[in-house]
């Protein structure tokens, strides 16, 4: 591939970046499990207050432009170190890997945390996903869960209310 491009994404790209979650969600044998809607998309990512932020990878030679990659990230705050940038989701796809599409979108977040003063770039990765472990070591990611000992934990909705009114 000649040339692509990066870009920060604008409220039309909606339909693609659901389009590549389900496509990262597929890759990790979880696609069931995506519900969110272009709706929810478009209201968490370009109101007043975003809750993500998204790059796009575009090829331009068609003749209107495909989407390609996405990464979505936010920041955060650690109490130890403070400032954060959480890469959520990173993907491209298949047929567009190898030409130094993902390192470009890790150079600019690595350029985005670096300006905004963020200690450090936090993800997960799925275990069984070794391809995608070994491209982060090869850049320098230390794994917190063996190193650490750290675990992922969640508190499902169910159980949110069920605290929530435990406490009225
Ligand atoms: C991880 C990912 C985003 C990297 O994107 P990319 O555009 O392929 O990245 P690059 O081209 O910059 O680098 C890919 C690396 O794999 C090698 N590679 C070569 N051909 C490749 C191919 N067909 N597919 C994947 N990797 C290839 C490259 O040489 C490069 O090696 P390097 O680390 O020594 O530079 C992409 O592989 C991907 O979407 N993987 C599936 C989803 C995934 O695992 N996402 C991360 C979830 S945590």
């Not at 920041?75 to 130094?100: A, C, S």
């Not at 990611?141 to 190193?147: G, H, K, M, N």
Request: aromatic share 12%; charged share 30%; proline share 4%.
């Amino acid at each position: 591939m000649d040339r692509f491009k990066l870009r920060k994404a604008e409220p039309k790209d909606v339909p693609d970046i659901l389009r590549l979650i389900k496509e990262l969600a597929k890759y990790e044998d979880m696609e069931d499990q995506v519900i969110l809607t272009e709706k929810d998309l478009l209201e968490d990512g370009f109101g007043d207050h975003p809750f993500y932020h998204c790059l796009v990878a575009e090829d331009p030679s068609e003749q209107s432009p495909v989407v390609i990659g996405f990464a979505m990230y936010y920041f955060t705050y650690d109490p130890w170190i403070g400032k954060l940038l959480y890469l959520e989701d990173f993907f491209v796809m298949k047929e567009y890997r190898g030409f130094g599409i993902g390192s470009e979108i890790l150079k600019l977040l690595s350029h985005t945390a670096v300006k905004s003063r963020c200690s450090s770039m936090h993800f997960i990765v799925a275990e069984g996903n070794q391809a995608s472990i070994e491209f982060y070591k090869r850049r320098g990611a230390a794994d917190l869960s063996l190193e650490e000992g750290w675990r992922l934990f969640k508190i499902d909705k169910s159980s949110l209310l069920k605290m929530s009114s435990a406490e009225e």
